[in-house]
């Protein structure tokens, strides 16, 4: 019986991650003397001239050694001028080496590359550097997650989707909140700073993005409670704070922090701080260096029914919009909003991809972005007006966007006018992290697209509803509505220019990575259920896969090492849709605990052709003889389950998706193991492994918690007989 539960208990530290370069070499050969390589290599790295790269260095795209910046350079495009490795040749690309994460569990993030060091952030914010060469591990950095979340009832993930790199340093930020930075070298922290108290329902899972001797950061946290989005540039050698510009506004009698804090005041109506009003940004950050601006896409509303936030209507600036900033003083340029008075979860914290695009005959500094909402933009960066937006999913909240307006046409009833609406696209977007790339040599996007619609509901909702610091709400309900397509997924290229697919590949599951296009004419993308895909990229044809025996979804990244082109890509299924917060994820059958989490590289001399997985496992949910559910707490237990966020890692409905045990086959909280279960979740036993404790639970809580989960446990197919 698989009970999804580890025995140990241990901290992330205990097991040291172990690498393998050839085939069947065991996995734990050089756990043992890494230490001592470790100092090794770090004292030898230390030795040399210390580099400071700066933004000159990450806007280079001519430079393929390196991969400096999360969308590989400043422009965010993914795309790698490398043409080594191609469609003559791919059927030659193996695996190089492996760097196995015993204690990782969702993986979403794009490692960097700088002087043939690979530098990632894994599970619970540990960053780690290795060689890219052999995949030694060369120092490892925790910054003690558990250690600060313990007491505190938390909100979010223990993921992150990136670092940043300038200067001699290395930066990353906390699920807890923190912003800190590393020398690239040693590996020792430099500075750390805290960018929002912990008294605040934030999380952050985002890379911080550094430009201009400075570190950009924002959070996540706008369904955890009362919120209100800002983002932070701090000083990249100090940490000290250089800027801070506020997305929404707060309590006119308060006054307003810039004039353009007194402009979005405006466009809210009520007592919108009273509810935070959200727009946290959390993804979405692209330097402009030939423009001198920063680019932030902003968050959704808080809470998201625009009733209940902004009764009396508005577009509620800044959220759900790509502002432009001056990028040395935080200072607001232009806006573009894509969703105004958003109340479906639209936000815009897809990412931003610039490029030079040549339109009715001119070239235009364009900014492309594909937020949730379901329209792909086009936007001239030098004023923020529109050019272009097309839907790249299905869409029916609105029509189609006004180009003379640049506003969106919605259509009678998609803000749920009547109390119930089904939309398309859901609250999970039609796009969501999973970056996009763009190939300047085809002229095409290669977009990550999810297909979902939701049924809103708000018929129950109290007027004077308010949102409470931790406990989860939105201020509607909602459900996944009714299937668009035969799947859920698809990656699709886009024509930016004309605004049209030029192919699509269906996906039987979704979640699948960002992209990586290369000048070989060739797109990499990671999929839901392990495969590693190449397709050629001017017509969507398969060209190479290989199965890497885990889902992936975090973006490969491609970089040239002594003369060898090398794809880089951390395997690990990860994020909203691994943690099962909508069905799909179980029937992948990737088990906590059981399915290794790796850093893979590939090369076209590489030796090893098979990466050992054990094959999918799926929860066998334990029936606890005698136990009678009774049906009333168990419905105070669904009900504690949501608002406590269980669901974002052991998965809606008490099935999980890999993120953490499934509690259906755990023996926790069965009832001989009652004190267990209670030292884990009231006391925080396993805070190690990224289970906050909830200090101020009632045993009544606990009690009705355990009914919900035998509920489940007995509801489920397998436990049903
Ligand atoms: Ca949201």
Redesign the pocket.
Known sequence: MQTGINSGGTMVTQHAPTVSTKRNQPFSALSGICTLLCLVAVATHASAATRLIDDADIANQANTADWLAYGRTHNEQRFSPLKDINQGNIGQLAVSWFLDLPNDVGLVSTPLVADGILYFTGTMNIIRAVDARSGKLLWEYDPQVARAVAGHKKAGWVHSRGISLYGDKLFAATWDGRLFALGLKTGKLVWSTRTYDMSEALYITGAPKAFKGKVLIGN?G??SGPSRGYVSAYDADTGKLAWRFHIVPGNPADGFESAAMEMAAKTWTGKWWEHGG?G?AWHGFTFDDELNAVYIGT??GSP?NRKIRSPDGGDNLFLCAVVALDPDTGEYKWHYQTTPGETW?Y?S?MDIVLADLKIDGKVVKALMHAPKNGFFYVIDRRTGKLISAEPFADVNWATHVDLATGRPVERAGARYEDGEENIFPS?FGAHSWHAMSYNPQTGLVYLPTLHTSADFVDKSVDPDWKAVAFVGGTAVDWSQGKDPRTYPGSLQAWDPVNQKQIWSIPQQHSWASGTLTTASNLVFQGQADGWLIAYDATNGKEVWKFDTGLGISAPPITYKLDGKQMISVLVGYGGGMASRITPGAEDLGWAYGVHKRRLVTFALDGEINKLEQPPAQFAEPILEAGFDVDPVLAAQGEVIYGEQACSACHGLGVIAGGMAPDLRASAMPLSEMERFFVNIVRDGERVGRGMPGYPEITNHQIEALRHYIRQAAHASPEGSN
């Open positions: 996540g706008t369904e959200g946290n968050g959704n998201w979860d936000n914290n609250p």
